[in-house]
């Protein structure tokens, strides 16, 4: 049964650090969640999306700041607001709104990614990788 368990684990990073894309800019996206522990106003322990970004160019590093003339605009957002604040929130300040740290993300790896995605395209799709795989409870049953 641990064999299957470190298997699994092992398909589920996959799945999540290699998603591959078809844009000449960059060669995959890295999808990253962070373990959020329990704190005051937060639900339990689970996994919260950190960032997801284009990544490897054949030196190695990975295109930021892609398009300073597309701005974050939280109004093409606002039906994943309240999935955003759970699945996605701010790491700096618990109880803040998340806006400024979805601020940072769109304009350092979102705006890299609008060759195939929008801004309402590139946070659903965060969100949608997050609900494919309860990684959490993957750990657990590993």
């Not at 996994?47 to 590093?61: S, T, V």
């Not at 398009?67 to 955003?84: A, E, H, T, V, W």
Request: aromatic share 12%; hydrophobic share 40%; proline share 5%.
């Amino acid at each position: 049964m641990k064999a299957h368990g470190s298997i699994l684990m092992k398909l589920l990073v996959a799945l999540y650090l290699s998603l591959l894309c078809a844009s000449q800019d960059f060669d995959f996206f890295y999808f990253v969640q962070q373990l959020l522990l329990p704190a005051i106003e937060k639900p339990a322990a689970d996994f919260g999306i950190q960032r997801l970004w284009p990544n490897n160019y054949k030196d190695g590093n990975y295109p930021s700041n892609c398009d300073s003339g597309s701005p974050f605009n939280q109004n093409k957002i606002s039906d994943l607001r309240s999935s955003m604040q759970k699945n996605r929130p701010t790491l700096a300040c618990p109880r803040g709104n998340g806006v400024a740290f979805w601020l940072h993300e769109w304009d350092k790896h979102g705006t890299c990614f609008e060759s195939v995605l929008d801004q309402h395209g590139y946070f659903k799709a965060a969100l949608d990788l997050k609900k494919q795989v309860n990684l959490l409870q993957g750990l657990k049953n590993a």
